[in-house]
């Protein structure tokens, strides 16, 4: 069987995006929080790959820094909004009726609540930080997982097997776990890796308001926000923060529209 | 016409919706510390004259008493009046909204018009080079965050150009078609093109999506059977047919266009809601975010339920099945 293409070039940037995160934990080319006043503000050269900040720190190793932070938080509140939505959408499928209804409300509630007018209310509840970072990028992944799980289970449950199964005497929640959560995993895998890429779109957001982790965790989204002051004399430090965000999110996406090919071809490009 | 019982339960529906909403934005701003009389009088104020403004405000009454009186303000226009402004918050936000509105009915202008007609090319030259061009175009804006858009936008066409203002908005002056009018053109022109850019590249996926997906219906191969061009079968009978996702899209759009607009207002300094929003959470101008936020969760809702009815009337596939 030939690998979509996508799926290749997705996978391959995701691994080193998600590898530079990892390394960044062990080794980054400089050390991301060192100061050097005398070397501030250079553009890209062949000891600092990226240049140097405001104040002499090695860019390049900030973004990897960075990386951790931010895909940390995105698959962390991804994983969350995911596993919760997830769980309502296939209860929603097997109740049914008045269930279905409170899930499908609860959900218009939820979605009116994008990331960042969550984290403007939390962030008056609890200041800005991880968590607040966290809570409102999942809050608003809970809708978006819960309609996907919702629609796939319901179509499961129409099979001729779900009838066999009930027949054998299982219950909702033997066949919601044996059949249906096993067979719409791979459209729930799909999402999980466009809506992390989203939640990095989102994270950086936050962090750009100033509402995501608090200085001294490097954060691609603050160092586009620092970046402004130079705009004019240090262009390289607007550049590289959003290329690596655009990069990672573009990675995602390949990723999620590649499994989906290869999971659904007839799907293909839609939607 | 009376309305028919599902549309019924629709309105109700979205009706809870907001109620639940307010609620649940009432409460998180209720826990919230700081005291709104300590904000407007600071920290040195007297202990009794404390007192006296929070009697004034109402805030010793009922929890739920406090609710109410919100919501009926809020129905009403009297949402109360800003901690750190000392002027009405209605006011406040409908100032703004001279902003925010234009910015975001230009940026969704602009990615409709864009998108649309890209969408269709490309799904007309399906696998060719312009197809090529528009799905590179629609992966890279996806990925692309609208406040860096913006930064590069301030670089390339204000700093080095200087064809349009790095920031800021001279106001719509006597709203009249002057200078003064286009000055303020000028100043959202930039931050439109920022926020449409990621907008247009999710329309023109779906629009291309959609129309291949209206294509192979059996209804187009009918009308070019009959003798319709190519050219005629797609924009008389398969593109206006096709529009249906791309309005759905639209409207679950409307959360990412509402964040956006506070990313790019940053951005740009102007002074529109969203910063209204920002500058109030850190001058812990709470009742502000309160009703900045409200309002905002209420257009989402708003438009989802307006973007179901739509599709109900126009699908009337839909409808049977309801």
Known sequence: ?271 | MTPSPSRIRRLAGAALMLLVTSLVIFLLIEAAPGDPAEIMLGTSAQADTLAALRDQLGLDRPLMVRYLAWLGGVVTGNMGQSYTYGVPVAGLIAERMLVTLPLTLMATLLAVGVSVPLGVMAAARQGRAGDGLATVFAQMGIAVPNFWIGLLLILVFALKLGWFPVGGFPGWGDAGWGDAGWGAISALILPAVALAIPQAAVLTRVTRAAVLDVAAEDFIRTARAKGLSRHRALWRHTVPNALLPVVTMLGLQIPFLISGAVLVENVFSLPGIGTLAYQALSQRDLIVVQNVVLLFAAIVLAVNAGTDALYARLDPRLKARQ
């Open chain 1, 1 to 271: 069987m030939r690998l979509p293409k996508s799926l290749i070039l997705g996978a391959a940037i995701t691994a080193i995006m998600v590898g530079a995160a990892v390394l960044s934990r062990v080794w980054t080319p400089a050390d991301p929080t060192a100061m050097n006043i005398v070397a501030r503000l250079q553009a890209p050269d062949a000891a600092h790959w990226f240049g140097t900040d405001p104040i002499g720190r090695d860019v390049l190793s900030i973004i990897m820094a960075g990386a951790w932070t931010s895909l940390g938080i995105a698959m962390l509140a991804t994983a969350i909004g995911g596993a919760a939505g997830t769980l309502l959408g296939v209860t929603a499928a097997a109740r049914g009726g008045r269930a279905e209804r409170l899930v499908m409300g609860f959900n218009g509630v939820l979605f009116a609540f994008p990331p960042i007018l969550s984290a403007i209310l939390l962030g008056a509840l609890m200041g800005p930080g991880a968590v607040t970072a966290i809570t409102a990028i999942g809050v608003f992944m809970v809708p978006v997982f819960a309609r996907i799980s919702r629609a796939a289970a319901i179509q499961i449950w129409a099979r001729d097997y779900i009838s066999a199964a009930r027949m054998a005497g299982k219950n909702d929640i033997r066949i919601t776990a044996e059949h249906v959560l096993p067979n719409i995993l791979p459209q729930i895998i799909v999402q999980l890796a466009i809506q992390t890429g989203l939640a990095i779109l989102s994270e950086a957001g936050l962090s750009f308001l100033g509402m995501g982790v608090s200085p001294p965790t490097p954060s691609w989204g603050r160092m586009l926000s620092e970046s402004q002051t130079y705009l004019a004399a240090a262009p390289h430090l607007v550049l590289a923060p959003g290329l690596a965000i655009a990069v990672t999110v573009l990675g995602l996406n390949l990723l999620g529209d590649g499994l989906r090919d290869l999971t659904d071809p007839r799907r293909g490009q839609a939607g």
